[in-house]
């Protein structure tokens, strides 16, 4: 059964740091590149990074560029997010998910809130 499970959400202030976490089983994690996507109040579900198989390549959304850093650990089968100068913009859901077009489940997601 493929599952995701996205861990390390909470509330912090504006400038600092988030570590979110993505625990993947029941597919081969290292033959998927991974991405995470986050969804604001009222908004629709965006890409914000992904990372391929490997981890040698990264892309990331304008609005987090230089601020974010997607990596992943294919021993664990875990994808991470390092979130740094966090703003009031980036208070949404976060979810991890393989990249379009292999959609797994989504996971329940893990809620990140930037506010003073």
């Known amino acids: 059964q493929v599952q995701l499970v996205e861990s390390g959400g909470g509330l912090v202030q504006p400038g600092g740091s988030l570590r979110l976490s993505c625990a993947a089983s029941?597919?081969?994690?290292?033959?998927?590149?991974m991405t995470w996507y986050r969804q604001a109040p009222g908004k629709e579900r965006e890409l914000v990074a992904s990372?391929?198989?490997?981890?040698?390549?990264?892309n990331y959304a304008d609005s987090v560029r230089g601020r974010f850093t997607i990596s992943r650990d294919n021993a664990v089968n875990t994808v991470y997010l390092q979130m740094n100068s966090l703003k009031p913009e980036d208070t949404a859901v976060y979810y991890c998910?393989?990249?379009?077009?292999?959609?797994?489940?989504w996971g329940q997601g893990t809620l990140v809130t930037v506010s003073s």
């Open positions: 029941g597919f081969t994690f290292s033959t998927y590149a």
């Open positions: 998910n393989r990249l379009s077009g292999y959609f797994a489940p």
């Open positions: 990372i391929s198989n490997s981890g040698r390549i990264t």
